[in-house]
């Protein structure tokens, strides 16, 4: 097999160093799937590892991307065949294991997902981990009584990709969505996507008491930090607040009311790591009645894996808005 094109991180001596090279297949992280790339996608981690401005990769050399969707070329699990579409995410994938930003991947076979009926490979990476976190946050706020009848849901930072997903994922799946942002230029794109009402972050004042009137049945919260504590002040009773993200900080100041007076649950959601068998039915959902109906307002951007460092740096300042596809294959 010639050698192939793929966006390699590096670690030379404590300095870090990322772009695209040439490999070879025997180099690829070891697995029973071979998989030709078509395409993959640029989540906050994948920016973190590429700018080497995160602690993300366990070990190094590896290729980028903890997303990669494609072409079944070679497999020693009999499930697969030469062929068949398939995709995956997390999973230790540019992690502890070559990633999705590469011509070739090589894949574990009790990760690989067969693609569902109902999306197309792109329609995959439209979605990647960013859309399974946001359908894996449902899916736990679901499975812990979350219905429509209690009330709309908000989420925060809303105009990431986590975040436009889930406003997205949400109305599709019955819920009123509502939104919290610091982009207030962009609440109509929120509204086009399904918000109902839109927040400036800016203009949030939750009050100092342990509770506050309560104005949501749930959140999906991508921020953490301040931004969680005040959610848990005005949650309605038991209601559900799914963890995603931590971009406004790790920290939560709280006190134990909201929860014992309010029944509130928080519902941390791990996406990485997930069970397969969860990750085979959120999947199913995604596919099918959680399918987002704005994939192509939310995925706005195709690039190429020499665009990454570019898309890293927009990303990292803040500039992003919806997601963008990696183009590959």
């Known amino acids: 097999m010639a050698p192939f094109k793929a966006f390699r991180i590096h670690n030379d001596n404590g ?13 690829l992280s070891p697995g029973e799937v071979l998989i030709k790339v078509a395409y993959s996608s640029v989540n906050y981690k994948d920016a973190l590892a590429g700018s080497g401005k995160g602690k993300i990769l366990r070990q190094y050399p590896l290729n980028g991307g903890i997303d990669v969707a494609g072409y079944v070329a070679a497999s020693t699990d009999p499930t697969f065949k030469e062929g068949d579409q398939v995709l995956c995410t997390g999973c230790g994938l540019s992690e502890t294991r070559d990633g999705g930003y590469a011509e070739y991947a090589r894949l574990e076979s009790k990760w690989t997902i067969p693609l569902p009926t109902g999306l197309t490979l792109r329609e995959s990476m439209a979605l990647g981990t960013a859309g399974f976190t946001a359908a894996l946050a449902l899916f736990q706020m679901v499975r812990n009584g979350q219905t429509p009848a209690m009330g709309p849901i908000v989420v925060t930072g809303a105009t990431g990709g986590v975040g436009s997903l889930a406003i997205d994922v949400l109305t599709q799946a019955g819920f ?5 942002t610091g982009k207030v230029e962009q609440f109509d794109y929120l509204i086009g996507l399904g918000a109902k009402q839109c927040v ?10 342990p509770l506050e009137s309560a104005h949501w049945a749930g959140a999906i919260d991508n921020v953490g930090g ?29 006190t134990v009311m909201p929860f014992i007076i309010r029944g509130l649950s928080v519902l941390g959601v ?19 009645d959680w399918k987002p109906a704005h994939l192509a ?4 951007r195709e690039v190429e894996l020499t665009d990454l ?18 183009r590959v294959g």
């Not at 300095?15 to 180099?27: I, K, L, S």
């Open 15 to 27: 300095a870090h160093r990322a772009g695209v090279e040439e490999m070879r297949a025997d180099e």
């Open 176 to 180: 009123e969505a509502h939104a919290i």
């Open 200 to 209: 400036a972050r800016k203009e949030l004042y939750w009050g100092q008491r």
């Open 226 to 254: 301040d931004l969680l504590a005040g959610l848990t002040r005005v949650m309605k009773p038991y209601g559900n607040i799914a963890i995603c993200g931590n971009a406004g900080g790790i920290e939560l100041a709280t």
């Open 270 to 288: 791990a996406s990485a790591g997930t069970a397969r068998a969860i990750r085979d039915q959120v999947w199913a959902h995604l596919a099918s």
């Open 297 to 300: 307002e939310i995925a706005n």
């Open 309 to 326: 460092p570019v898309v890293f740096d927009t990303m990292l300042a803040g500039g992003s808005l919806g997601r963008s596809i990696v």
